[in-house]
Every structure is written in C-alpha cells, then in structure tokens.
C-alpha cells in the first residue's frame, strides 16, 4: 500500500453547489489525480450526518436532523441482531457488499450515483486514486443521542455497532469506485475530535478513541483502504499519529504550528509509510480565500516545514504529503468554493515541481 502523492491535490468533501452534473465536472476537470465525490449539503440527505445514518439500528428517516436513535424501542434487539447477521455475511463474503443495507439510499446516493456515472466515460481512468468520505465513529457517537439525552458514545451497544456500520458505508464506497482508480482512500470526518479533552467528554481516553479508529483500519485495510481521518480545527494529534490510520489531515492554515509540535510523531508516522494532508487552503473565511494565491499559501506550507523540520525531514515529508482545504466547501459560495479547489490545485502543482526540481 505504499504510495509517495507528492503534494497530489484533493478536496476534504463538501461542496455548496445545488448542480451535480457541474460541480462534479469540475471536479473531474480540476483535481487530475485524486478526484472525489462531492458531498452536497443543500440536500439535507447529503448532509455529513444524515448521509450514513441509513441501516444503523435505531433510526428513523422520520428523525432526520434531529439526532435522536431510538435505543428504547421494543423492537431495537431485533434490529440490532439483524445488523449484525448482515454484517458478519459481508465479513465472511456470503453476500457483496454492493447489494447491502450498507449503501446509500436513493436521496443519499444521488450525487455519488452520479460520479460513478460519469467516471465512466473520464478519460483520465485510472486515476492514482479516488477519495470518499464517511462521518467518523467519534464524531457520530458524540452527536447522536438516546431518546433520554444521554450521548450514544457512553451506550456499550452502540460503541460496539457505530465503526463496524460506517465502516461497512465506506466498503460500499470503496467497492464500487474501485474500477476507476489504482488505490481507493476513504476519509472519515471527525470534526467532534476538535473538543476531544474538554469536559464535554469526560472520562474518554485516549485510548477509546484510538480503538475507534483502529477498528476502521483493521476492517478495511484487508480490502486495500486507504484510510484518512480529517479534524478541522485544533486536537491531540498524537491520537492520529500513533494510530494504524494511512493519512491523517490537519487545518495547516490556521493551526498549522500546533500540528507541528508533534513533530516527533509526524517523522514517526511518515516513517512508516504516512501520509499527511495539509490542508493550507482556508475555508473558514472569503477574505482570506480571496487574499491568498497558490505562491503565498505555497510559502506558507514550506516555511511552516522549515520552521519545524530539518531540509532532509521536510523533503521526505513533501513526498508523503496531499494538498486539501482546512476544512470543506460547503459553507462557501460557489464561486468562492471553486476558488479554493484552483488554489489548492495551484499549490499542489508548485509542491510537484520544486520536489521534481
């Protein structure tokens, strides 16, 4: 699995647009090695949560938006020991994924739907790799609630179910973009990890949290996943360091020197084959979208290395790296968020060249 992207360009997910067709041909136009998926937020099916509710036992589509799972229906066993008959006939391949609870539903699936389609005639086929994204385990338990307001990351059941569903939602992802690409990466979005040590969260360790995403890794790297965790904002990146995840993506734009000062866990975590997305294009502000330019964010990037790492760190670091936004698109206008996809682009592109230089 090892794979050296050179600052390859990519997108965190979301986009503001209501047009799948566009959006997704330029995306195809634009991100030459990495394309993805765009998830559209203007659809509230599309929406981070909602997306991967479907199948979990528990939900409702009746309660979307609401976060609420219903753990104290008469019939929750039932549907708990149908998941997981469903889930171990996937495991031990009595039945393919593709024809599963676990895939997308017709409003879920519509833009995703519609990638598959038009990869189909993307000249660029195969491309060195596709990306998906699924929410994260962390950030599902800690959003999703019982109907009595107790979070579902202290219910045991749900701990247990909660990383083998979405991980079962990006095997679906996986299997059917493989096709189109040498190496498939699925991101898992854990935006609730920003808040990971504050009393909002007590008693979770770290090692709760590792387990969570250990789980991912050990379920889909057998498949030959690329597994990627996004945190927008500020988190114990060492959590991520010294999981088994592949890729771990930080918001280098505005939180880039406190990445850096685990730097012993960085060299680490490349030195086994890591891959760190530097998510150097902001998204959380028009003005500063508008200001910046692929130069500045360029320079940006390679003085946050050199600041923090030696010349010979720094080069291998480059080599093990992608380019992302800090966070995604879909709180953007369009044109703003296009934007973002062409600076990062941009910026990939002078990383490729001053590594070929």
Known sequence: MEWRPCGAA????????????????????????VPLWPQLPVYPHEQMMNQYLEGLPGYSDQDMGKSVIHTDATDF??????????????IEGRIDVRGSRFGMGIESGRTFQRFIE???????????????????????????????????LYDDRMVDAVPKHLAMKALWQAQLLKPFAQRIIIFFDEPALAGFGSSAFIGISSEYVQRLLNELCDLLSPYGILIGVHVCANTDWSLLLKSRINIVNCDAYNYGDRFCIYGDDIISFVNRGGIIAWGIVPTDDPNKTEQETENTLYYKLINLLKEHFTSQAVEKILVQSMNTPSCGCGTLSESMAERVVQLTVGCSNLVKSMLSG
């Open 10 to 33: 990519t997108l965190v997910g979301s986009m503001p647009h209501r047009d799948r067709e566009y959006v997704i041909s330029f995306i195809l136009d634009h991100l030459k090695e």
């Open 77 to 90: 066993d039932d549907e708990l020991y149908r998941f997981y008959s469903d889930y171990f006939d996937v």
């Open 118 to 152: 038009m990869l189909e005639s993307s000249p660029l086929v195969p491309y060195q790799a596709i990306k998906g994204q699924v929410v994260g385990p962390f950030t599902l338990l800690s959003t999703l609630k019982s109907p009595d307001g107790r979070l579902l």
